[in-house]
């Protein structure tokens, strides 16, 4: 049975739902005529560049990246690695693939300084590692001679410490000190020669003023970069492998967290360590530095260039290398007002700098600079 719709005398036929479109089209055509033909449409926004995704933006506040020096040809250049300031102005920096320490003046000369390798009968290589100077010495992590300490004045090269309780270490990465002057270091698994397959996790260890060397945490999958805050109170870690980063707060009494937590001058224990900052893709951080804002800076192996973290362990942006180099494994902060990131290409054996919003936590000579609020 047919059905109607309407009031009074007019009423209409409900039309198919196939012909009710086909009057709708017609009358949006027409409307779309009015305009008539000379009528030009509006062209279509022009492509932009699109950020692969998970890949932040430029920080904020970051100058031009320029190459400061390129040492490729040279056997101080082979692959990349540390980084430190002394009070003069030079950035030293070591060679893995040759156990080469060497620096490059203010205006880019490179100065080649010792070999820590032994000799070649030995058969053995040092692998020089992470760099920093305290105290007018120059600390070194090597994967296969623990941490040694170089003296400019006497131009000696001597052991600190290669064994823990009588072990080897599994190959000593990167260190940094404390306000107190501990020395804190990274030791992951498999790069050195005392590795075994029971135990495949790596560690943090302290070498305390009073010359006492403690592990003071374990279970990371690859350790690498470490930086203690501008306040004195966390440490930071690059979990490499995990492509995270862990932030282990010093205890350092009572709080609403751990109010049985007493006091550590000694900064050998934890109230608390929790992982953090996942970096994109397979990144791997590396070096890291703080920035006296409390800013974290992270050189990212496998992604070619350097994030910056803020306090909150966010990423606030990513500054790429210009060649493309892949291994960027470490960097310094320096130059005028110590405002200057000085990153390493490894594979490429080229340097690079760019202007940073504020200035590095660690200053010339290894001198730790005031925290800014």
Known sequence: MRRFVGTGTKRLR???IAGLALVLSGILAALAGLGGPSQAQTPAPAATPVQPWGLPPLPPGVGPVEKFADVSDTPQGKFLEGGAFDSQGNLWFVAI?????????PDGTLVPVFNCNPPPELGQTCEPQGTRWHDGKLYLTTRHRGILVYDPQTKEVQTLVYTY???????????????????????PWGTGPGPNMSDRTGAIYQ???????????????FPNGIAVSPDNTVLAIGDCAAGRLWYATFTTGPTLGCPQCTKDPLHLTFQGVRAGTYVPGSGCPDGIHYDVKGNLWAAIARLGGIIQIDPRGLILGFVPVPNGDLATTNFAFGGPDNQYIYLEGANSGTFWRFKVPYPGLIGPGGVRLPAQP
Do not use: H, I
């Open 97 to 105: 693939g040759s156990g080469w320490v060497s620096y490059l003046t």
């Open 14 to 16: 409900c039309l198919p």
């Open 165 to 187: 309780r009588n072990q080897l270490f599994k190959g000593p990465n990167d260190l940094d000190f404390d306000a107190e002057g501990n020395l804190f270091f990274t030791d």
């Open 207 to 221: 070498y305390a003023r009073d010359g006492v060397v403690r592990k003071v945490m374990d279970g990371g999958l």
